[in-house]
């Protein structure tokens, strides 16, 4: 039950898990973004609530998430059967319901929607300008009776519950709310433009051949559609631009951006200090930012990583193991590692593990 010190209405969350996800071809609930299921981290927005509920269509999906879940009566009719199955069973007279592909609701635009509570209202609904949004709303038992009825009617839109309740429509127009926080994701290909860029490290010890297989790799990314960005860290100092010069070979093997930075210098169309995510960062805000990022070094980084280990420089891997996602190296068996081996030269197997492992 979330409330705050204005002694607003308490009200339960309710996140509706039931679709079938068609459209993406897995259950979108539990696919992971920025490393938690989608149904995680949306619970997770509501900790301090004393009270979420889940509506599943079948058992056993999401119990190993730690969460309470309610299961459908009414087979294949949609989110009209999530809503009522909630409201049936929360504690409280209003519940925030909202879907569980929505990977930007917080518990932010909940309260706000309780601020408009009264008793003039069933429900309260979140329009953006363009479209109206059942499934970032808070409804009242009261509407309980009307979702029966239009249940026995065979009437199954979610527009049919509005219209025929007391619904007062909260537009974001006037609020510090971004549209994104309404946005769900329905399709693969939406799924994979919240996760872009996807960020990776090549790291290794100096002279490792660091540069040469990111060339590699590169190519391979654009032969495959993707667009690169490419960022390195110069512990020494000696930023340069040249012909010859590493950002120069990216550039020349296709990356669409790149940046090198040191302590106290930066070459990202500035000198000046930064660190790697302000580079991402900047990467990400690009008019046509790439698809992917591949940081050069950053071993003790959190981003996924490729470590390059040669015989001839050092035999062991040094990359933290808790980040670390494959080894390019001729001297490391793969019977003796904990992830995969390939040989440096084997680039079709790195270009495919790493799109595996990185998302």
């Known amino acids: 039950m979330c409330t705050d010190h204005k002694k607003r209405p308490t009200f339960s969350v309710g996140i509706l ?16 973004f920025q490393n938690e299921t989608m149904i995680g981290r949306i619970s997770k927005q509501f900790l301090d609530c004393k ?14 998430e730690g969460l309470r879940v309610v299961y459908d009566e009414h087979e294949s009719i949609g989110p009209v059967e999530g809503i009522r199955q909630v409201l049936v069973h929360a504690e409280n007279e209003y519940v925030f ?43 009242s038992k009261r509407v309980l009776p009307v979702i029966e009825e239009l249940i026995a009617e065979r009437r199954y839109r979610l527009l049919d519950i509005l219209n025929r309740v007391r619904t007062k429509y909260v537009s974001l127009a006037y609020t510090c709310f971004e549209k994104k926080i309404v946005k769900n994701v329905n399709t ?34 654009i032969r495959a559609g993707y667009t690169v960005g490419c960022i ?12 010859g010069t590493d950002t120069w070979r990216y550039r020349k093997a296709g990356a669409d951006c790149t940046a090198v930075f040191s302590d106290t210098r930066l070459v990202f169309e500035a ?26 070094g950053f ?11 040669r015989k001839e420089i050092c035999e062991e891997s040094v990359a933290d193991p808790e980040t670390l996602i494959l080894i390019a190296s001729d001297c490391i068996s793969p019977e ?9 030269d084997d680039i079709r197997g790195i270009f495919s593990c790493i799109t595996k492992c990185v998302k």
């Open 336 to 344: 003796e590692s904990k992830v995969p081996v390939y040989r440096p």
């Open 17 to 32: 898990a039931g679709g079938k996800s068609t459209r993406m071809g897995q259950n979108k609930a539990l696919m992971e």
């Open 232 to 243: 390195k860290h110069d512990g020494r100092d000696h930023i340069d631009d040249a012909e």
């Open 271 to 296: 000198n000046e200090a930064a660190d790697p995510e302000a580079l991402i960062a900047q990467m990400k805000h690009l008019k046509n930012p790439p698809d992917v990022i591949i940081l050069e």
């Open 97 to 139: 319901v909202c879907a569980a592909d929505m990977p930007f609701v917080n518990r932010e635009i909940a309260e706000y929607l309780a601020e408009f509570i009264s008793s003039d209202y069933d429900c309260y609904v979140i329009t953006d300008g363009e479209k109206i949004h059942p499934l970032c709303a808070i409804y």
């Open 51 to 64: 009270e979420i509920l889940v509506s599943a269509s079948s058992r056993g999906l999401y119990e190993a």
């Open 188 to 221: 693969r290909d939406e799924f994979l433009e919240l996760t872009r860029p996807a960020v990776f490290c090549v790291s290794g010890f100096h002279d490792s051949g660091k540069t040469g297989l990111i060339e590699k790799l590169i190519n391979e990314f």
């Open 299 to 309: 071993k003790h980084s959190k981003y996924p990583k490729l470590e390059v280990v």
